[in-house]
């Protein structure tokens, strides 16, 4: 069925809710998009909850959906990464039934004044050269803004995977585990200086101080990993011990990741991130796993090059869209 050729819905006959509970899960599947497959096990580990899962719908038609997730079961929704219109609605029918769905299920979902989770989608590498894909992602980001959301970055997904070769160590740097989280925190902290990382430059921008969006990070993403502390790395120079970065391979819900890597601003400009990527990557590699997830800012170049260099590829984006102030609203 075209756009032009689909029937229209008046505002009357839209009904826009949350799920029943799981057994509507089926209904919420009506419409796709690569993180379908997780949706059952975060319903069953308390991730998601059926409060957070809104439809709209036009009789037993479904025209949209959205989703918000939490990284434990009892947490506030941490972020919104599920929001899907139907691809036959025309432009004007989407941008409608899009901002009635974000607006009616932020308004139930969000505490009033308080900051929306951020907006995250993940993309087709090509996604801009694919005028179908473009057109309908542009539809969804378009919603977004009219709502009071604004970009914040765009990033590469990548991968490792078995077989792909692991650069040798050069010996260049010594590597020791972390032993605690101010070990790790008076790293992290100068590194926040001059990052390229756009979540960062955001963090820093809100007036937080460099010690602050370190432990920020470190408190909402790296405290939660349950995978072995051991495999967190401190890199320092064989002569001395002086300190040269940092890397936290990890395994969140879903992968094992290089959740995080950083070079202190003395030590920058000579290579060692490839050499500290490289240990993080031969730790899991060690461990077996079936692949290793990374992601990094589509302007963080030294970063993407570096995982080039040491075999991840690109096999998704991802674009991340944030409101500024509590309760931001375009409509």
């Known amino acids: 069925m ?46 998601r909850v059926p409060a957070w899962m809104w439809v709209a719908l036009d009789g037993d038609r479904l025209l949209g959906r959205l989703a918000w997730w939490t990284n434990a079961a009892g947490a506030a929704p941490l972020a919104l990464d599920f929001f899907d219109l139907a691809p036959e609605l025309s432009a004007e029918r989407r941008a409608e039934v899009g901002l009635r769905l974000l607006e009616t299920a932020t308004a139930a979902v969000v505490p009033a004044g308080a900051k929306r989770p951020e907006f995250g989608r993940f993309l087709p590498a090509d996604w801009r050269d694919v005028p179908e894909t473009r057109a ?3 539809s969804l980001f378009a919603v977004l803004e009219k709502s009071g959301a604004r970009p914040l970055v765009e990033r590469l997904r990548l991968e490792w995977r078995p077989g792909t070769p692991v650069p040798e160590p050069t010996g260049r740097l010594e590597f020791r585990p972390v032993r605690d989280r101010e070990d790790l925190l008076a790293l992290m902290t100068p590194v926040m200086e001059g990052t390229l990382d756009g979540h960062g430059q955001a963090d820093l921008a ?27 790395r401190i890199a320092q120079l064989p002569e001395s011990g002086e300190p040269v970065g940092f890397v936290v ?14 070079v202190l601003p003395a030590h920058r400009g000579h290579g060692y991130i490839d050499d500290i990527l490289a240990e993080g990557t031969r730790i899991l590699a060690a461990a077996d796993v079936p692949r290793i997830r990374a992601a990094t800012d589509l302007g963080n170049v030294p970063m993407a090059a570096s995982f080039a260099r040491t075999g991840y590829v690109t096999f998704e984006r991802a674009i991340n869209y944030v409101w500024d102030a509590p309760g931001a609203s375009g409509s």
């Open 2 to 47: 075209t756009s032009s050729s689909a029937p229209s819905t008046t505002d009357t006959d839209l009904v826009v809710r949350p799920l029943a509970g799981p057994g509507e899960l089926d209904l919420f599947l009506g419409l796709t998009y690569s993180l379908d497959h997780e949706l059952a096990d975060d319903l069953a580990t308390g991730r």
């Open 136 to 138: 309908s992602l542009e």
């Open 206 to 232: 809100s007036g937080l101080s460099l010690r602050e969006a370190a432990e920020l990070h470190y408190d909402e993403e790296l405290a939660h990993f349950s995978s072995p502390r051991e495999w967190w």
């Open 249 to 262: 391979p990890a395994r969140n819900n879903y992968h094992p990741i290089i959740a995080y890597l950083g």
